[in-house]
């Protein structure tokens, strides 16, 4: 029995969004999800006739199609880590230092995926946070696909060996590895002790109000005392409320104290879209998404460049009264 063409779209349409988020862990760019899984789905289509449902279901098979795209295009594209992971910690007040040629780690907008939608359970909030994105960065090809299938997407060893197109034992030693250098990265995959997602919006809300009122003094008592700024695609980032503040404080003298906030959620995480008045209207200056544990914000990684705001759908300027403009 193959695939039909007349039951292709209702056998591997469901799939779409738990596959659109398997090559974002494994890419750490949305952009490049949406292709991959274009390519995937193209070639499951011409690949249809082959399928054999007597060896794999056909969630198998499309992550085996999907997988194998996304180690093609790791080849190319390399990997997309986070400043903090790759350079050493900077002064708050350092220039600004731009990591020229090279792809960072983009954020996943939550509308993408059915993060925390009961229906779409197996993608799971922890499996997509920006921490264990990053830290996905740093592990090999084959590390990152093993550690991905076996321990965030439950395939057994011999299913991830027949994705992999490699032998148990393979999986088993990349497993390994992938795992000691998550764990000495000091990243959690489980959720245990979060706060609920009211509670992280509530706490980020807080912080959009401060920032609005330019309170830095208030920003820094959401902090907590080991919280990590971070912006790529600059090199810089730092730690603790007080480099934090010294931060802030140039920032709102630099691009002014007038702002429009824009709430928005990413890699299961709260955020905004910051748009900094200009003349007679707002202009999008940045995207920040935070991670909130139950002392407070620990993480600010904050994005620019047109790639990023167009996945978001985030209108360029806003008028006076805060409303996107044509």
Request: charged letters at 20%; one cysteine or more.
């Amino acid at each position: 029995m193959t695939v039909q063409a007349e039951d292709f779209d209702r056998l591997i349409g469901p799939f779409r969004s738990e596959l659109l988020a398997h090559c974002y862990r494994m890419l750490g760019s949305a952009h490049d999800a949406e292709d991959l899984v274009q390519d995937t789905y193209l070639r499951a289509w011409r690949a249809r006739e082959q399928y054999d449902p007597t060896r794999s279901s056909v969630r198998t098979w499309l992550y085996r199609i999907a997988t194998n795209v996304c180690l093609t295009a790791l080849k190319a594209r390399g990997s997309r880590p986070l400043p903090s992971g790759l350079v050493a910690a900077s002064e708050p007040l350092a220039r600004l230092v731009p990591g020229e040629g090279r792809g960072w780690l983009q954020p996943l907008p939550d509308s993408m995926v059915d993060v925390g939608d009961p229906a779409g359970a197996v993608i799971e909030r922890s499996s997509l946070r920006l921490a264990f994105a990053a830290a996905l960065q740093h592990l090999s090809a084959r590390q990152r696909g093993a550690l991905v299938l076996r321990d965030v997407l439950g395939f057994s060893a011999s299913e991830s060996a027949h994705i992999l197109g490699t032998t148990v034992i393979s999986v088993n030693s990349s497993l390994q590895r992938a795992r000691a250098r998550v764990k000495q990265a000091g990243v959690r995959q489980d959720l245990l002790g979060e706060p609920s997602t009211a509670e992280q919006r509530a706490w980020v809300d807080r912080y959009m109000k401060a920032f609005e009122r330019a309170d830095v003094e208030g920003l820094k008592r959401l902090l907590t005392e080991d919280v990590i700024m971070e912006m790529p695609p600059m090199l810089n980032w730092f730690t603790g409320p007080g480099n934090y503040g010294l931060f802030m404080d140039w920032v709102f003298e630099a691009a002014g104290t007038e702002w429009s906030l824009e709430p928005v959620a990413a890699n299961g995480q709260p955020g905004f879209a910051a748009y900094r008045r200009v003349a007679d209207g707002y202009e999008l200056h940045t995207l920040q998404i935070f991670t909130v544990t139950a002392a407070g914000i620990s993480r600010n990684s904050v994005f620019q460049g047109s790639e990023v705001f167009a996945s978001f759908g985030l209108a360029a300027r806003l008028d006076a009264q805060g409303l996107a403009t044509t």
